[in-house]
């Protein structure tokens, strides 16, 4: 009896503990799942290669090459004509040979850089991706909480007016309406009937966004959890000065501008002359027929320098510089549009803040209104069918206005943290 009890308790607390963090798993359901995602972390380790590749300009390159040569030579004749004996011969050669680069007009060097700066890009990259996959995961959780309230809301007034049209029927038997105050309950039914349909198909493409996104099935009921935790700064002035920071998109830019700079130089250097080492040793066995073995060993340096190939290094260099000043140009605009979105991000929020608490207001002024012109209309007073329609409409439209407040404030606020850089799982548990 203790265990079933305990496994009851453990049971509940599992359920609970699964309720209370229903959006931390369908995040990071997307967070591991999401095939964008996946795709820019396969190509950061492919670029963290480039610095591999990069490095291997400083270490010497290693050539080992062995040959196995079978010769027969018959038919011999010397000059006379007499015949000379056939000759057979198996030459072999083993040879190692080790080449190491001196200067390459600092190639090299900025090669690696470069390198080095692509992986910092990629990482911010892929930081922009994670930023944009978490956004749209929450934004999808709440506006198919969302969609489930106004489908909801809906269906509730249909059945509402449902009634209202039988009681009607029953009233203008009694001679307490008219005719037209019923023509107004149905007409109001029918329009209420085609707004539940337009909720009904508005909630299923809520639902197929969901699973797109989140790659899981989307569940039969929602917690309504509005209280993440996200620490937001005080005013415009520091988030202005955190998205200078931190924003991906512009770190990205100012990435892209240096490693242009990077190719510049890199074009640069091929001008330059440059300087080799090679060292080279070989054992050849049954060489000729008058040597038996061999053994070679050299040590050769080589100095070059590209003066002129059809112009092609000029011209390349002439592209780099355009491309250069490309990405400083780019770099300028994102710097633009990197301060317009986060300052429009900031007056969203501060909006989405103001106009929820409007709309709280709004639903509880449209309760008491409905109530009262309800009770009023079902006594038999002066408050006629139409005016209950339109406490009912207002009603149904406020609640509405308020579930939508709810789902735009939260994603105002990532999409205020989007723009500061500072969205992560971490920042929002």
């Known amino acids: 009896m203790k265990f079933f009890l305990s496994f009851i308790i453990i049971f509940f607390n599992f359920v609970h503990a699964y309720s209370a963090n229903d959006l931390m798993f369908f995040i990071e359901s997307a967070y591991k799942n999401n095939p964008k995602l996946n795709a820019e ?28 040569d079978s010769k ?18 198996n030459t072999s050669k083993k040879s190692i040979s080790v080449d190491q680069k001196i200067f390459q007009g600092f190639e090299n060097f900025n090669s690696m850089k470069k390198s080095r700066l692509e992986v910092e890009q990629a990482n911010y990259k892929l ?35 449902e009634r209202q049209v039988e009681s009607d029927k029953a009233r203008l038997q009694k001679g307490e309406i008219t005719l037209t105050d019923l023509a107004q309950s149905e007409s109001s039914l029918a329009g209420a009937s085609a707004n539940s349909i337009a909720a009904e198909n508005e909630f299923l493409n809520s639902k197929t966004n969901f699973e797109r996104i989140i790659r899981v099935s989307a569940p039969e009921t929602m917690d309504e959890n509005f209280n993440l935790r996200i620490n937001l700064p005080a005013n415009l002035r520091n988030v202005l000065k955190l998205s200078e920071e931190n924003s991906p998109k512009l770190i990205i830019a100012k990435l892209d501008y240096e490693i ?23 054992k050849s066995n049954d060489y000729s027929s008058v040597v038996d073995d061999i053994e070679e060993e050299s040590v050769k340096a080589t100095v070059t320098w590209p003066i002129i190939k059809g112009g092609e290094n000029v011209a390349s260099l002439k592209k780099s510089k355009f491309k250069r000043e490309k990405s400083n140009l780019i770099l300028q605009d994102t710097a633009n549009q990197v301060k317009s979105t986060t300052t429009n991000a900031w007056s ?3 909006s989405a803040e103001s106009v929820l608490v409007a709309t709280e207001a709004q639903v509880r002024a449209a309760e008491i209104a409905n109530e009262g012109i309800t009770l009023e209309y079902d006594s038999g007073n002066t408050r006629t069918t139409l005016e209950v329609i339109q406490s009912r409409s207002l009603l149904l439209n406020a609640r509405i206005d308020h579930a939508k407040a709810e789902r735009d404030l939260i994603t105002s606020k990532l999409k205020l943290m989007v723009a500061i850089g500072s969205l992560s799982l971490d920042n929002i548990k």
Do not use: C, M, W
């Open 348 to 350: 969203s929020y501060q």
């Open 127 to 161: 930081k922009k991706i994670e930023q944009e996959t978490i956004l749209e995961s929450v934004t999808a959780y709440y506006d198919l909480i969302y969609k489930i309230k106004k489908k909801d809301f809906n269906l509730a007034n249909v059945d509402l007016l």
């Open 72 to 89: 027969h030579s018959t038919k011999r004749t010397d000059q006379s004509g007499s015949d000379l004996s056939d000759i057979s011969r």
């Open 41 to 68: 972390r396969e190509n950061l380790k492919s670029i963290k290669e480039n610095v591999n590749i990069s490095r291997s300009e400083f270490l010497p390159n290693v050539t080992v090459t062995g040959s196995q």
């Open 260 to 282: 242009a700079e990077r190719e510049v130089s890199i074009e640069r250097a091929k001008l330059s002359p440059s300087a080799s080492i090679n060292y080279s040793r070989s």
